[in-house]
């Protein structure tokens, strides 16, 4: 059986595409981490050089996570 790789190439990053675009839907997994929790991973990737793309997905979601409690508390959770 031959494999065509000129389509495996187009597949793969298709398919993360579409479970990382469907990953993003719903509730956050970073709602239920405590104030302090959130802060420490906000620091962390503060600090962080050279992300990969999946850190920086991460990221982007402890950030956004951040945002969403600044506006429901009126104060800065994450400095």
Known sequence: MM???RAA???IPATLFVLLTLGG?????????SNS???DKF???ESA????PGGAIICDNVRRECDNRAKKSNR????
């Open 3 to 5: 494999i065509d790789l």
């Open 9 to 11: 190439r187009l597949s």
């Open 25 to 33: 839907c719903g509730d956050s997994k970073f709602k239920d981490l």
């Open 37 to 39: 929790e959130l802060q």
């Open 43 to 45: 620091f962390m990737c």
């Open 49 to 52: 050089s050279g992300l990969s």
């Open 76 to 79: 800065t959770i994450c400095l």
